[in-house]
């Protein structure tokens, strides 16, 4: 019962905070970037709570339940990427004044390259909305066990509906600041307390490993460092050009600001945040024994660790972590529809374009919803297959911001068509080299930009 | 519990009264 009354209030905090602050959004720009107005600790909590998702709550712990202290290689590399991401690109981005990545491409590298950029950015940001509308109905099952998968799935995509359509960026980032504020609380204070007291503290979890499994103590024991390395590179680069923060980085009041929110972010929250997720996973060795998937080590340490009621408040920081991050990619995928695929097509005044974005998101939504549920392989290929926009984008906006005058229309879209091109057949391959399919594109599609933007490179005529 | 774990627990605790001061202090500001 405290599970449900815990559920109930959470999903009616988020829908109240969400429809007041979501009735300020009156134009388009109040929608996609909050009309780049951000304060600047909203927008530390919003970074925050967009990054991190079921992946970063969920799947740290599980890499650090199953593989011990080389588990954590999962957490380093995410975190040194975002915190590349804050350094690299956070405050260019933020100048170019855009509020899509391919409205960036277009400016700069024409329409053809932004299409292409568009196209691959939706397929790949898709995929993860499908992903997280599934763990919010996983989760909220977790409270109402009698609740079917879908029926949990639908109940999550409406209340995220609600909020986001009739409130867009504002009412998200002032949902993220209840969502980051449970997070912290049960993720970084009241679970590691909780596993530590267990435990005996570390010398009692170290011991309790090293009884049952020795290896899992070892650096490089359980997964070895070709794997450690090769993955952690993976993380790392694709998390440098990350989706789910575009639209904050955009929306954030200068320059500046949004390099400083996204660097405040990554290092006082996302970084402590994945380490935290981590250590948990590993004090679950010694604490929950034969667990049948690695997955779901995070709520079994909750259901055994704690009693009803803060076991509840546990859960609702879970389903907190991943509404934000649904919440985010959702949105980047419907505005990125709307203005870089249909506003290609037609044009649009501002007051059509709201709409178009509201409505975007639904279908966005809707459909991710039908996917999350009807395919959960389906899910797992469009990652895979997603690579390729990674591996596109990161050379590209490193060429973009520190090679720019080289750069060129012809030269990029021969850097994409590589990237794709290398990344899927690798993939197909049965990724041979032992390195991931992301990382073979990523270093294809590198060189190929060097060389095609140098080859395709005119000099500007010098007018008389 | 031993050094290392006041540790742990003072830097969990440390991150979340930050992260909850900050959170006050903006909405006290508004």
Redesign the interface.
């Known amino acids: 019962m405290a599970k449900i009354l815990i559920a109930i209030l959470y999903i009616a905090a988020i829908l109240v905070i969400g429809i007041i602050a979501g009735r300020k959004v009156k134009t388009a720009d109040d929608f996609a970037t909050a009309s780049r107005n951000i ?1 600047y ?2 927008n ?2 919003s970074m925050s709570s967009a990054w991190i998702g079921a992946g970063s709550t969920l799947g740290c712990a599980s890499m650090c339940y199953a593989y011990g202290i080389s588990g954590f290689y999962l957490a380093i590399g995410v975190g040194i990427g975002a915190i590349l991401a804050s350094v690299v690109f956070a405050g260019r981005i933020r100048q170019e004044n855009v509020s899509t990545i391919p409205e960036l491409i277009r400016k700069h590298l024409g329409k053809t390259c932004a299409d292409c950029i568009a196209l691959l950015t939706i397929f790949s940001v898709f995929s993860v909305v499908a992903s997280q509308i599934r763990s919010l109905g996983t989760i909220l099952t977790m409270f109402i066990p009698s609740l079917s998968l879908f029926m949990a799935m639908l109940i999550m995509t409406v209340v995220m509906l609600i909020y986001t359509v009739i409130g867009g960026m504002v009412a998200a980032t002032k949902t993220d ?1 209840l969502n ?2 449970l997070m ?2 049960s993720v ?2 009241i679970l ?2 909780i596993a ?2 267990r435990a ?4 009692g979890i170290t011991a309790a490993v090293r009884d049952a499994e020795p290896l899992k103590l070892k650096v490089a024991g359980t997964v070895g460092w070709a794997t450690m390395i090769s993955s952690g590179l993976y993380f790392g680069t694709s998390g440098m050009v990350n989706s789910e923060n575009f639209l904050r980085v955009c929306g954030a009041r200068s320059a500046k600001e949004a390099r400083g929110a996204s660097l405040t972010s990554t290092l ?2 996302y970084f ?1 945040y994945l380490l ?1 997720a981590s ?1 948990i996973g590993f004090a679950g060795i010694a604490l929950v024994k034969n667990l049948g998937t690695s997955d779901s080590i995070l709520p079994a340490m909750v259901n055994q660790l704690t009693g009803t009621f803060l076991g509840a408040i546990l859960l609702a920081a879970l389903l907190a972590a991943v509404m934000g991050t649904a919440a985010s990619v959702t949105m980047v995928t419907s505005v990125t529809l709307s203005r870089d695929v249909i506003g290609r097509f037609t044009k649009m005044d501002d007051r059509k374009l709201l709409t178009v974005q509201r409505v975007s998101m639904i279908a966005v939504a809707g459909l991710g919803l039908i996917v999350g549920y009807f395919g959960s392989s389906i899910v797992s290929i469009m990652e895979d297959v997603g690579a390729p926009c990674g591996a596109a984008l990161v050379p590209i906006f490193c060429g973009l911001f520190f090679w720019g005058k080289k750069m060129n229309a012809k030269g990029t879209l021969i850097t994409i068509v590589v990237a794709v091109a290398s990344t899927l057949i690798y993939w197909i391959a049965g990724s041979p080299l032992k390195i991931s399919h992301f990382l073979f594109g990523l270093i294809c599609s590198t060189i190929t930009m060097f060389i095609a933007n140098a080859a395709c490179y005119k000099k500007p005529e010098v007018s008389a | ?2 050094f ?2 006041y540790v ?2 003072v ?3 440390g ?2 009264a ?3 001061y ?2 006050i ?2 909405a006290v500001r508004k």
């Open positions: 304060p600790w909203t530390v909590y600041k980051i504020g912290v609380l970084m204070i590691p307390i530590l007291v005996g503290g570390v010398a006082l929250i402590p935290f250590f | 519990m031993g290392i774990d742990i627990i830097i969990g605790c991150i979340g930050s992260v909850f900050h959170m202090k903006e």
